[in-house]
């Protein structure tokens, strides 16, 4: 049960995600009865994937026009590592979103079938335990964070498009050829980016329907409701067991996105730095639409961060409402036997994040990240500096050769 403005942005979502091929099989969405469905896969949706996946792929070879390598990047071998790093990152995007789709593609299907009988089970607990005004103030701010983040990921799109543009040394159809692809896989990366954060979405709400429940059963002035925690306590643990599995199955197409997510800020930094020093020369616009990709790829990626962050911090923190119980004046044996129970399901399954089971992401781990960028950053300047000093100090010992020879 979703809002309508919840439902429309996530059905937006959907679209992009049916556009890039990345859904393991379509839905049947009929809003107007709130019903969706799981349609059997067809072989026209197989082979509009398989099309459109080998067309990322081969529009990685227009992406090195000799236009572009004697370009802006043609003095400056940090820039070129740049260059051909961030084309195998995208490469590495493409094959473990597209890998994961076509190898897990059956296991994908299970998790749709397996999430949409969940909703349909746990459907009736949204309608007799959680308040429905609690409930739509919970969807209504998802809907805007979704809304904001499709929003900010368009906006950085646009400005990374005027600046690559911008960057162009010379504009022919095969340099605009390349920026053309280059377009597409910020439109796919966009689209996957747009998918995750949704998933996200869908978590968090249930996560929350679960908080808003258990402040309902605490409110309520029968105090008995053994059979309302017994249900309330099993919603909480498949939707953690949801959580997990839809970890676990994007997992490598998952740390592909946090690795580009990664690069593409210490790029888009360098750029800026090197924007500054007037090593790389540029209009008033290139500066304002440079400043807007700062910022609105610093928003995309925090947001992106903090709702994860938001996710496993709801399913972990159930255990705050349980403490709650314990104000209450009486007890039966009965309620205090479930609550026990349920108190312990939440500390034997705690929800972590982990990009192939090594790096947790929290929030600590996003100030961390956030540093780390900088100081790549700060690294490459280093770099840079030195190979500026270089043709000078050989320059000095040229001179200085003749001048022995002529003595």
Known sequence: MLHPKLGRVMNLVYLHAVGFALLGTTLR???????VRLEKLSWSYLLYSLCLSICLMLSIYFLFPKAVLDGYIKY????QWNFFMMTGLRVMALLGCYGTIWVKRKDIIGLYEDALSYWKRYRSLLRSHVDRKDLKDLQLSLARKMWMQIIVCYSTTTCSTVIQYQLLGVINKFSLMALA??????????????SFFGVLILLENQFGAVHLALEGL????DKKGVKALRFIAAMHLETFQLARRIFSLSDIANAA????????????????V??????????????LFGNGLIVFNFWSTMMMMNMLDRVVTSCNH???????????????KSFQRELDIFAMEVRRNRLVYKICGLVELDKPACLSYIGSILTQVIILMQFDLRLKKQPIDHTYLTHLSKNVSDV
């Open 274 to 287: 090197q924007y500054s020093n007037e090593t790389i020369k540029s209009s008033g616009w290139g500066v």
């Open 218 to 221: 605490h409110n309520r002035k």
């Open 257 to 272: 996105l946090f690795v580009n997510m990664f690069m593409t800020s210490i790029n888009i930094l360098y750029h800026a």
């Open 29 to 35: 969405i009929r809003s107007w009865r709130r019903t």
């Open 318 to 332: 159930v255990g705050h409402h349980l403490k709650q119980f314990s104000d209450l004046p009486s007890l039966s």
């Open 181 to 194: 692809a280059r377009v597409s896989q910020f439109l796919h990366f966009v689209a996957f980016k747009m």
């Open 76 to 79: 400056n071998i940090i820039l």
